[in-house]
């Protein structure tokens, strides 16, 4: 319902996507918000909607019951942000969703190569991201393992 309010539709009913609303949800732990989040993206224009559609579905996977529902909803969710920041390499932001999953992400998935690589990129690209994201950025430095506030 949260979500529906966050949503702006055009003419051809095609979902807006809303970086403010999808970066508290996917801070959060409302597995239904990250449900609502998941089907407003299917139905967005956005060009990198499966980055954005993956990297919520791999957080999602941390709430879920059950280790193979869990690790089939995370490597659901891996082949979408990886498969998009292949395509798309140079897209901080993507780098950014990266970063965040990496570090919160259980040791033993061992999905965490790339934090050092993408951190540099996305300190290095900062002036490239949206300044919606790049505040979440900010934001998310305050607490990050790898990002700093003085890097920004």
């Known amino acids: 319902m949260v979500c ?5 539709y055009g003419q051809s009913s095609v979902a807006k996507f809303d970086r403010v609303a999808y970066y508290e ?4 732990t409302d597995l239904e918000a990250m449900e609502s989040q998941i089907a407003l993206l299917d139905k ?6 499966d ?9 999602r996977a941390g709430l879920l019951h059950g280790a193979s529902q869990k690790l089939k909803a995370f490597k659901a969710g891996r082949v979408k942000l990886d498969a998009a920041i292949t395509r798309e390499s ?4 993507l780098r ?21 690589k993408d951190k540099d990129f996305i300190i290095a690209h900062f002036n490239s991201i949206p300044e919606s994201t790049r505040q979440v950025i ?3 430095s305050r607490q990050s393992k790898t990002l700093s506030q003085s890097d920004f």
């Open 4 to 8: 529906m309010a966050n949503l702006v």
């Open 25 to 28: 949800v996917i801070g959060g």
């Open 44 to 49: 967005s224009s956005l060009k990198n909607k």
């Open 51 to 59: 980055a954005f559609t993956g990297a919520l579905m791999m957080k």
């Open 90 to 93: 140079d897209n901080a932001e």
């Open 96 to 116: 950014f969703l990266r970063l965040m999953i990496q570090e919160n992400a259980p040791g033993i998935l061992g999905y965490n190569d790339d934090l050092e």
């Open 138 to 140: 900010r934001d998310y």
